[in-house]
């Protein structure tokens, strides 16, 4: 019966494995593995030391700069095939009679071909740009046949979350108020006052005099 790695029945690879681990015992490791750990510490080690900038840039941009909930919004309904969504910023650039959109009830028209068309003149309509123009809009009581009109240069929905919040009056505070109203009563009792010393001034230089 023969025995060994040709024996019938025993494992090639095995037996091999055995013999390779065998050498290493006998002859220390092989240069081949020395190498592949040689290799492998390296990139470990360079890995390490690899600072945040010298990432690749994919890599940074998702970790430091994620996108804003508004656009992330405007994506995902972009990508449910919904309207364009559009920022104020964005709307507000086109402002010009040669590129004119507006705001009107959330909705984003682009009225640039009706500039000329429109009764009311192309001036009303660019005075509105930059802004919510819905209640000017509104104001004017446009006909139904004005909102039929206007469906041909609907482009789009405005994101509500970016559109400046209206600058409110904030009436003067109460403190304030009551100082100002101290101030001129000091002012009038004054008015009274400095006439009196100065008349009283008077009258003493007068009776110091005479009576030298
Ligand atoms: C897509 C948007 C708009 C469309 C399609 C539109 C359409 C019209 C139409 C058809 C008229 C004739 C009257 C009527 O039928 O009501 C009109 C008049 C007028 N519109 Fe507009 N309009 C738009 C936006 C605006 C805006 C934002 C303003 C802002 C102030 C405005 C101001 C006026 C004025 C002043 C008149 C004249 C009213 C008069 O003479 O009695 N329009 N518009």
């Not at 055995?18 to 220390?28: S, V």
């Not at 900038?53 to 990508?79: E, G, I, K, Q």
């Not at 509104?138 to 789009?156: L, P, V």
Request: proline share 8%; net charge neutral; aromatic share 6%.
């Amino acid at each position: 019966m023969r025995e060994g790695p040709d024996a019938p029945g025993s494992n090639t690879a095995d037996s091999g494995a055995t013999a390779h681990a065998r050498t290493h015992a006998e002859r220390g490791p092989c240069p081949k593995r020395v190498i592949h750990f040689l290799l492998a510490s390296f990139s470990l080690g360079l890995g390490a030391c690899v600072t945040p900038s010298a990432r690749p840039p994919h890599r940074r941009l998702v970790a430091s700069r994620p996108l804003p909930a508004p656009a992330w919004a405007r994506v995902l309904r972009a990508m449910a095939g919904e309207k364009r969504m559009f920022g104020f910023e964005e709307v507000a650039k086109h402002n010009v009679a040669k590129d004119c959109w507006l705001v009107i009830a959330g909705k984003v028209y682009d009225v640039t071909p009706f500039m000329d068309e429109h009764p009311g003149g192309d001036e009303v309509l660019l005075a509105v740009t930059g802004k919510d123009a819905t209640s000017d809009f509104e104001d004017i009581g446009h006909s139904d046949s004005a909102r039929e009109m206007m469906e041909k240069y609907h482009i789009g929905e405005i994101d509500a979350s970016t559109i400046p919040a209206k600058r409110t009056f904030v009436p003067p505070q109460q403190g304030s108020h009551v100082q100002a109203k101290d101030s001129d009563l000091l002012i009038k009792i004054l008015q009274f006052l400095v006439p009196i010393l100065i008349l009283g001034l008077a009258f003493g230089v007068r009776h110091y005099s005479k009576s030298e």
